[in-house]
């Protein structure tokens, strides 16, 4: 009884030894990891910023662009992860019309801009110890906006499995592939003309694979293992169309044939091959 009672208490020693106390600079813990802060870019945002030089050295006006909403309508949704798609699109349509250069007006977050027109209406908001004048026409008009949405998002279409067993090793090694697909517009914002519509789909590839091996000795069993599991980033496929989709716009605009700055498409290292010899598509 007593040694079990000492067992207790040595495991409550333990487990108050490893209760966190704050350091001088209010952290319990110091976070791992140490990669860098990068430039969020995509295979196409090399391609944007050439066509934005061909733009500039050509000299035609530049259009005046508005992003408004582009909504996820695939409707998956995980109760404990949430939205499986990005709900941010519209803002990444935003990063890609300025690495294009095109000059753009806010419709998007139309709140702050309601509010300060809304206090200056009441002479409430004033520059300088004046109180600011509301004036016609002093705010920027778009010439077109771009609009759309995320359409498709269809798991598994096509997987592919191999298992290998050999006395107490095994293996197993798994591919898989879906996609995603984009449906973007750009619409001329006095007449409400569609000027373009592009359509978009991409292929996500992941992957699975495993070995391990056990054994017995005597009564003790012994079991290692190791796994590795990858897949492409689904966000940022959806980042990638929508550059690629914006180019596109651009190219039919300013009357840039199609080669022009094209982008080599995109390799991100090696790729799975199925069971049965075809190469999953990326």
Same mark, same amino acid.
């Given at each position: 009884?007593?040694?079990?009672? !000492? ?5 409550? %020693? #333990?487990? !108050? ?41 050509? %000299? ?6 508005? =992003?408004? $909403? ?11 992860? %949430? ?18 250069? #095109? ?10 801009? $309601? ?20 004036? !016609? ?9 771009? =609009? /759309? /949405? ?26 898989? &592939? #879906? ?25 996500? &590839? ?24 990858? #897949? ?5 496929? =959806?980042?990638?169309?929508? $550059?690629?989709?914006?180019? $596109? ?12 700055? !094209? ?11 199925? %069971? ?7």
């Amino acid at each position: 009884m007593t040694k079990r009672i !000492a067992a207790i208490l040595a495991l409550l %020693g #333990l487990a !108050a030894c490893g209760a966190p106390e704050a350091d001088v600079s209010g952290r319990y813990a110091t976070p791992i990891g140490g990669a860098p802060v990068i430039d969020n870019t995509t295979p196409y945002s090399t391609e944007l910023a050439c066509l934005r030089g061909e733009i500039d050295a050509h %000299g035609q006006r530049k259009p005046r662009i508005a =992003v408004g $909403e582009i909504r996820d309508y695939t409707g998956k949704y995980d109760e404990t992860n %949430g939205a499986k798609i990005t709900q941010g699109a519209a803002l990444m349509a935003v990063s890609g019309v300025a690495r294009l250069g #095109l000059p753009m007006v806010e419709r998007l977050d139309m709140r702050v801009a $309601e509010a300060e027109l809304k206090y200056a209406n009441n002479n409430l908001i004033g520059d300088d110890g004046t109180v600011r004048q509301i004036r !016609a026409a002093s705010m920027q008009g778009s010439d077109y906006h771009i =609009v /759309g /949405g995320i359409t498709e998002l269809n798991y598994n279409i096509r997987s592919t499995a191999s298992d290998a067993f050999y006395s107490r090793l095994g293996a197993r090694r798994q591919v898989y &592939v #879906l996609n995603i697909a984009v449906d973007l517009r750009l619409v001329d914002s006095v007449t409400l003309e569609v000027a373009d519509v592009i359509s978009y789909q991409k292929q996500i &590839v992941g992957f699975e694979q495993s070995a391990g091996v056990f054994e017995f000795f005597g009564s003790n069993i012994f079991d290692i293992s190791s796994a590795e599991r990858s #897949l492409e980033p689904m966000q940022l496929a =959806v980042r990638a169309m929508i $550059e690629k989709a914006i180019g $596109e716009m651009a190219r039919t605009h300013f009357g840039l044939p199609p080669e022009l700055c !094209a982008a080599e498409a995109p390799t991100a290292g090696p790729t799975p091959t199925d %069971g049965a010899g075809v190469q999953a598509e990326t």
